[in-house]
């Protein structure tokens, strides 16, 4: 069956513009995960969703991001007057609930480039 | 907070001989660890997880991992390298928010020569 799909596969904008980024999960996936993959911050985690609803944000690096889910499938994240130092992947994974036994499938992720 | 330290950031072996990356992690109660592969512009895919159960967990690939309470480690190995298995090695722990929330070490590359 399909995957997890992100788009764009790669975004390059300038300093100060504005972002989407966007994460299709896997059909029936009610668990939805942002993650960051930069070369000075490793991989570190960004949003939680369940269904619709965030109960974790506790990764956004600041006010500038933002994440919403829609229908308990498709989120966007947006990224506000981007700046240099959001260059990064940005990955999107899913899982069929949350918890230690189910696998989160991760999306090929976006790559953003802020010039 | 839980943590993971991978203690390598480049391995390299020869096709053919074993695999070692290693993990410690920390944690104040039993975790959930999992080791994850990224190839060359792919998504992130998982190996095999360890979830209380048997320590020693077996993964696809080949691959396996040994849960050592006592040593705060969760090794991977795997006998016989492949020019395929050439990519970045993730360990990673679960941390108990209620979700599953996972924290990254930061990469071992494996190199495989042939």
């Known amino acids: 069956g399909a995957g997890v799909s992100q788009s764009p596969s790669n975004k390059v904008t300038e300093k100060g513009k504005d972002v989407e980024l966007r994460c299709d999960p896997i059909?029936?996936?009610?668990?939805l995960y942002w993650y960051r993959q930069s070369l000075g911050q490793g991989l570190e985690f960004l949003i939680y969703?369940?269904?619709?609803?965030?109960?974790?944000k506790s990764g956004l690096p600041s006010d500038r991001f933002s994440a919403e889910r829609t229908g308990g499938s498709v989120s966007t994240l947006t990224i506000q007057r981007t700046q240099q130092e959001d260059s990064a992947v940005y990955l999107c994974?899913?899982?069929?609930?949350?918890?230690?036994?189910?696998?989160?499938?991760f999306g090929p992720g976006t790559r953003l480039t802020v010039t | 907070a839980q943590s993971v330290t991978q203690l390598d950031s480049h391995v390299s072996v020869s096709e053919g001989t074993p695999v070692l990356l290693r993990c410690n992690y920390s944690s104040s109660y039993s975790p959930s660890l999992f080791w994850y592969v990224q190839h060359p512009n792919k998504g992130l895919q998982l190996l095999l997880k360890?979830?209380?159960?048997?320590?020693l967990v077996k993964g696809i690939n080949g691959f396996e991992a040994e849960f050592k309470k006592s040593e705060t480690s969760f090794h991977l190995t795997k006998p016989s390298a492949h020019m395929s298995d050439a990519a970045e090695y993730f360990c990673v722990v679960s941390e108990n928010t209620g979700f599953q929330k996972l924290v990254f070490g930061t990469g071992t590359r494996l190199l495989v020569s042939p």
């Open positions: 059909s029936g996936h009610t668990a």
């Open positions: 969703f369940q269904g619709n609803s965030a109960p974790d």
């Open positions: 994974a899913s899982s069929y609930q949350t918890g230690g036994t189910y696998e989160q499938y």
């Open positions: 360890y979830t209380s159960a048997a320590t």
